[in-house]
């Protein structure tokens, strides 16, 4: 079982883990044994997760999440399958904990009326500057 807050739980049994051969360089080891790990986790189904956390976990989880809110989590980082399996675990609980922390709302402002004034004369220095440029002709 997976406690992040008293709202957030998730049990082993949410966690599918299925193993595959890893990719890169490792040689004869890449190629017999399957050390890398998916992990799935259903998020639509989690019963241990409140539904404004689905929302923003499914938004934070980008291209991980599937069609059918079936996130997936690769992991293949070390040689050995248990150790995948821990940083897999791992990197769910960081991507829940980011999705555990609600936005701040924002509260509109206005430009004070010093801000307009700076804004204003820097625009007319650009401006000066720009005219400056320009080719000087008989008539000026």
């Known amino acids: 079982m997976i406690h992040l807050a008293p709202d957030i739980v998730i049990h082993e049994k949410e966690l599918n883990f299925e193993f595959v051969r890893s990719s890169g360089p490792g040689g004869q080891n890449v190629n017999k044994v399957a050390t890398a790990v998916q992990l799935r986790f259903d998020v639509r189904t989690s019963a241990g997760i409140p539904a404004d956390i689905k929302n923003r976990l499914m938004k934070l989880a980008g291209k991980r999440l599937t069609d059918d809110g079936m996130l997936i989590i690769r992991a293949s980082r070390f040689r050995k399958q248990e150790q995948n399996r821990q940083d897999a675990r791992e990197r769910l609980v960081r ?46």
Not at 115 to 133: D, S
């Open 95 to 140: 991507l829940l904990k980011a999705a555990a922390v609600k936005p701040k709302k924002r509260i509109k402002t206005r430009p004070t009326k010093a801000a307009k004034e700076r804004k204003l004369t820097a625009k007319k220095q650009r401006g000066h500057l720009k005219k400056l440029r320009h080719k000087i002709t008989d008539g000026e």
